[in-house]
T-cell receptor, first 112, second 111 residues
């Protein structure tokens, strides 16, 4: 079955550490996205990628980094510069940028 | 950036139609109107989208005002599984057509 896989489902980080969240899709979609969701809030865009080897900052990119070396993969690194990283992180993809998005089940990141 | 305004919450009875409103008075001519819904601890699920004409699919219908400053998502017969947060969002930035999610409407369905 085609879809988006995010791993791990739950992740714990010590303060001062970088951590990488995985996102893989087998839908052959060109565009991929990362969002952050805080409790009771909507989604905010962190980074997006229209095509392999290209990515752009979203509304809240500070403290995060991404790479897009393969079409199927769009990992997100939460760096120690992100002062409040505890949140629910969602990855999505679409055939082309701006089209209907398919979402993964998310990764919940907590700080120890 | 084009923004949307939705009621925080709505209630419906099971098997009755539900009309979820969305205002987007600053929409631009090239913005698409998208609707997603999200169950607790899950990623959002695409529901429907449109530009100018009303749209129907197996999940719902989308009614778009003639001036495009508002739209309504219609669930024809609500079920308990339709209880979720519904987001009305617009693409913005002609170069990127990105989607920005607001707070959404929490739909509660009573048996």
């Amino acid at each position: 079955d085609g879809g988006i896989t995010q791993s791990p489902k739950y992740l714990f980080r010590k303060e001062g550490q970088n951590v990488t969240l995985s996102c893989e899709q087998n839908l052959n979609h060109d565009a991929m996205y990362w969002y952050r969701q805080d409790p009771g809030q909507g989604l905010r865009l962190i980074y997006y990628s229209q095509i392999v080897n290209d990515f752009q900052k979203g509304d809240i990119a500070e403290g995060y980094s991404v790479s897009r070396e393969k079409k199927e993969s769009f990992p997100l690194t939460v760096t120690s510069a992100q002062k409040n990283p505890t949140a629910f992180y969602l990855c999505a993809s679409s055939i082309k940028i701006g089209g209907p998005q398919h979402f993964g089940d998310g990764t919940r990141l907590s700080i120890l | 950036d084009a923004k949307t305004t939705q009621p925080n919450s709505m209630e419906s009875n099971e098997e009755e139609p539900v009309h979820l409103p969305c205002n987007h008075s600053t929409i631009s001519g090239t913005d698409y109107i998208h609707w997603y819904r999200q169950l607790p601890s899950q990623g959002p699920e695409y529901v429907i989208h449109g530009l100018t004409s009303n749209v129907n699919n197996r999940m719902a219908s989308l009614a778009i005002a003639e001036d495009r400053k508002s739209s309504t998502l219609i669930l024809h017969r609500a079920t308990l599984r339709d209880a979720a947060v519904y987001y009305c969002i617009l693409s913005y930035n002609n170069a990127g057509n990105m989607l920005t999610f607001g707070g959404g409407t929490r739909l509660m369905v009573k048996p």
